[in-house]
Nanobody
Framework: QVQLGESGGGLVQAGGSLRLSCAAS????????MGWFRQAPGKEREFVAAISPSGAFTYYADSVKGRFTISRDNAKSTVYLQMNSLNAEDTAVYYCAASGRGGSSLSQGVVDSWGQGTQVTVSS
């Protein structure tokens, strides 16, 4: 399994942007599908975005399509989530996730490793 650590969360005004990063330990990062989930207060954790091990395929929740972009740098063992046009509904703790079964499996909630989470707060 890989160990994951997120960074880049914070407070931003509505309409603004943030970029989250997730650094992974281990030598097999490039074999894992990687993704992001989020959990707002009082709500269940939900899928946000995922990317295949090579980066060729990406998957997004309908709520973030066209606003968020997931990418990865296998040489740096890091996955990113660029978030644009943020709104109050995007306020949540964002979790990095890894799956040994590829990116599409993450969109189905199949996760092998979780990060500790980073808070994103969007003020309206």
């Amino acid at each position: 399994q890989v160990q994951l650590g997120e960074s880049g969360g914070g407070l931003v005004q509505a309409g603004g942007s943030l970029r989250l990063s997730c650094a992974a330990s281990g030598r097999t990062f490039s074999s894992y599908g990687m993704g992001w989930f989020r959990q707002a207060p009082g709500k269940e954790r939900e899928f946000v975005a995922a990317i295949s091990p090579s980066g060729a395929f990406t998957y997004y929740a309908d709520s973030v399509k066209g606003r968020f972009t997931i990418s990865r740098d296998n040489a740096k063992s890091t996955v990113y989530l660029q978030m644009n046009s943020l709104n109050a509904e995007d306020t949540a703790v964002y979790y990095c996730a890894a799956s040994g079964r590829g990116g599409s499996s993450l969109s189905q909630g199949v996760v092998d490793s979780w990060g500790q989470g980073t808070q994103v707060t969007v003020s309206s």
